[in-house]
């Protein structure tokens, strides 16, 4: 029987796939994107403070991840928001990016405590959303086109066939596999936007389920991967590798693309690190040189790595100083051209524009070292 997107995908079929799906096209790639991922993971050990990494890269990949889905924020707004500034917490889209991040950290946490189950899934988008979110049960979602409201896709529907898939998912992601990870990574992807389990944030709870899911596999440490940029820059092959497996179970173009994706991707990120390491040590360098010796401590340079807005609060926390001391530390690294500061409300912000110009770039070759 021929598909139809005006139809319930009840027929979905269960994992794994039938036919050949490590094709000498589809090892080659593996083999590129994993030597990426290798050198990535490798490049995360550069940042003496990993906490650097996992306050900057993951924000914009939740902004990336949540800009597919139309929410829309800027680097600046997050960066304001993660920092807790007075002007930023009645922004809803803003609220809803910094929740992924919060998302991913969850997830990270729970894969850790033991192997991958439904309630993860399940957390991850309670936890994007701000509320409880169950699984479907009987509620038809279709799936249309912006541009002309066509349905493109129908998920299965109804609880017992939704609830028989996700079981089926979460075998494939616990069961021994002689699959490569990433292949196994692409098709559980599919899998969970094909089942659609949740009524909305589906597409980033799916996103996220990528990153953990080589987090747990050991090929990279912690989620620095900023695949959702890759997708947004191909969007057109992201939802027409879907359709055809949907369509015709034709899986070698989807796992070409993710594949190509993680390559890129991880190239790409490598690239970043190598840029906030130069950045860091050449700070280093500039604090030690124009700081009075009283004021420069490295891990007041990793504090503003951290935090790329940074206000006297967070040297206070980290015990570097007491409150008016610690503001007269920011004031002394804005002389010496480190920081800028600006006026938030009450309290004075201090931005680390160097850092902020390597993570907003959309190519890291554009980067000014200098």
Not at 41 to 67: D, H, V
Not at 295 to 322: H, M, N, T, W
Not at 328 to 347: F, P
């Amino acid at each position: 029987m021929a598909y139809d997107p005006n139809k319930p995908f009840n027929d979905l079929p269960l994992l794994p796939p039938k036919g050949e799906l490590e094709t000498k096209p589809v090892l080659k790639s593996c083999i590129a994107a994993n030597t990426a991922l290798a050198e990535l993971k490798g490049a995360g050990g550069l940042i003496p403070n990993q906490t650097i990494l996992i306050n900057s890269i993951p924000l914009q990949e939740a902004q990336s991840s949540s800009e597919i889905e139309n929410i829309v924020t800027t680097q600046d707004e997050l960066f304001r928001a993660a920092a807790g500034t007075e002007d930023s917490s009645d922004d809803p889209m803003t609220k809803e990016v910094l929740r992924y991040r919060s998302a991913l950290k969850l997830g990270g946490e729970l894969l850790q405590q033991g192997p991958f189950q439904l309630s993860v899934l399940q957390q991850i988008c309670s936890n994007l959303k701000g509320e409880e979110m169950p699984f479907r049960s009987d509620k038809l979602v279709r799936l249309t086109n912006p541009a002309t409201k066509d349905v493109i896709y129908t998920p299965p529907l109804s609880q017992a066939v939704i609830q028989q898939k996700l079981e089926n998912l979460e075998t494939f992601l616990t069961a021994p596999s002689d699959l490569d990870p990433l292949v196994q990574m692409a098709i559980a992807h599919y899998q969970f936007e094909a089942i659609h389990p949740f009524e909305d944030g589906n597409g980033r709870t799916g996103r996220i389920l990528n990153l953990l899911l080589l987090v747990d596999r050991g090929l990279l440490e912690i989620p620095v991967l900023y695949l959702s940029r890759f997708i947004i820059q191909n969007k057109q092959g992201y939802y027409a590798g879907l359709l055809a497996v949907t369509e015709t179970q034709e899986w070698e173009p989807w796992l070409l693309y993710m594949l190509d994706g993680v390559t890129q991707t991880a190239r790409w990120t490598t690239a970043r690190i190598q840029a906030i390491r130069q950045l860091f040590d050449q700070t280093c360098d500039q604090a030690r040189e124009k700081l009075p010796n009283r004021v420069y401590s490295k891990e007041l340079i990793e504090l503003i790595f951290e935090q790329p807005y940074c206000k006297a609060k967070f040297v206070v926390d980290r015990g570097l100083a007491k409150r008016q001391t610690a503001a007269d530390y920011l004031k002394e690294m804005e002389k010496a051209g480190i920081l800028t500061s600006e006026k938030v409300g009450r309290e004075t912000i201090y931005r680390n524009p160097a850092l902020l110009e390597i993570l907003k770039k959309g190519n890291v070759d554009d980067i000014d070292m200098q």
